[in-house]
């Protein structure tokens, strides 16, 4: 097996990496990282989360849906992973879908106004 910078080390190690790559705003890098950190721990929200974070800000937006999707079916009041659906729905220009996911978002935020 061919063990390159990006899955190099624990897990922890990873987390910290990937960590600075998205801090780094070097989406992509935290992306590679994210993405076997995810398959070895999936029930973890966090790498998870992130790595829908990677997605979307490296315009992935299909991938990072699919990553939200996952987030909000394993917990349905997840309520960044609801916003950043919706976000990443409306960049997709599907509004209508969008529409509850944002909702619910700011409800579970306290943010009755939007709802």
């Known amino acids: 097996m061919d063990m390159t910078y990006y899955d190099h080390g ?10 600075m790559f998205f801090d780094a705003k070097d989406y992509a890098a935290a992306a590679r990282v994210l993405g076997g950190l995810v398959e070895e721990v999936p029930e973890q929200t ?8 990677a997605y979307y800000h490296s315009a992935q937006l299909q991938r990072a849906e699919a990553e939200l999707r996952i987030l909000v079916e394993r917990d349905p009041v997840e309520h960044y992973a609801r916003l950043m659906l919706g976000r990443t729905l409306e960049r997709q220009g599907r509004h209508e879908e969008a529409g509850p996911h944002l909702r619910i978002a700011s409800a579970l935020a306290g943010d009755f106004e939007r709802v």
């Not at 966090?46 to 974070?53: I, N, Q």
């Open 46 to 53: 966090g790498p998870r989360l992130l790595l829908a974070r």
């Open 10 to 19: 624990t897990p922890a190690e990873r987390w910290e990496r990937a960590q």
